[in-house]
């Protein structure tokens, strides 16, 4: 089955921690995404990746960190810096981000729930 | 910068009728407009994607309209059931710069459907 996997589906951290967010699609797609979901609210684009070895700062860069070493990867690393990591969080990938994909949608992983202890 | 609103924020609805979402979006620079259905602690399903050259899509029961001019946009949810109720999310895709593209989400309609 292709698709995208999150793990784990929980995570807890504690104060100063950095926990990373796991992030795998085998839909041999270049482009992929994370985003935050608080409640109530709409999702925010946190970092996106056009291809590996490279990636863009979103709307809410700050606390985080990226890698791109593989296709088929994109961990999240919420940093310490992250004073309020509370969040949902969901990671995306498309075929591409670029202008001749315009009609491709991105699909989605199932999350993972962040909480601080 | 885009901005997204969707009305109303929660709905509830007895099985069914039928029922229209609203979105509205202020720069109509836009790609495309997806409506997204989001179950409880769950990811994103894409249910219905309108290019910025079309004016509605048709999925089903579901009927998605583009008035991009008028940076509007409406799901139509015919005889609805319970197995509808869930976060229906509207997302409109501009320009970021640098050769990307990104989705700008509203916050959101939560849909009850009583039985």
């Known amino acids: 089955d292709g698709g995208i996997t999150q793990s784990p589906k929980y995570l807890f951290r504690k104060e100063g921690q950095n926990v990373t967010l796991s992030c795998e699609q085998n839909l041999n797609h270049d482009a992929m995404y994370w985003y935050r979901q608080d409640p109530g609210q709409g999702l925010r684009l946190i970092y996106y990746?056009?291809?590996?070895?490279?990636?863009q700062k979103g709307d809410i860069a700050e606390g985080y960190s990226v890698s791109r070493e593989k296709k088929e990867s994109f961990p999240l690393t919420v940093t310490s810096a992250q004073k309020n990591p509370t969040a949902f969080y969901l990671c995306a990938s498309s075929i591409t981000s670029v202008g001749q994909s315009l009609q491709e949608t991105q699909y989605f992983g199932p999350g993972t729930r962040l909480l601080v202890l | 910068k885009q901005e997204v609103t969707q009305i109303p924020a929660a709905l509830s609805v007895p099985e069914g009728e039928n029922l229209v979402l609203n979105c509205s979006f202020t720069d109509s620079a836009i790609y495309n407009l997806q409506w997204f259905r989001q179950d409880p602690g769950k990811g994103l399903t894409s249910l219905l994607l309108?290019?910025?050259?079309?004016r509605e899509q048709t999925s089903g029961r579901l009927n998605a309209s583009l008035d991009k001019s008028s940076g509007r946009s409406t799901l139509y949810i015919a005889a609805s059931q319970p197995g509808d109720s869930a976060t229906y999310l509207c997302?409109?895709?501009?320009?970021?710069?640098?050769?990307?593209?990104?989705?700008?989400f509203g916050k959101g309609t939560k849909l009850s459907v009583i039985p």
């Open positions: 309108i290019q910025s050259s079309q």
């Open positions: 990746s056009q291809i590996v070895n490279d990636f």
């Open positions: 997302a409109v895709k501009g320009y970021s710069g640098a050769g990307s593209y990104q989705l700008t």
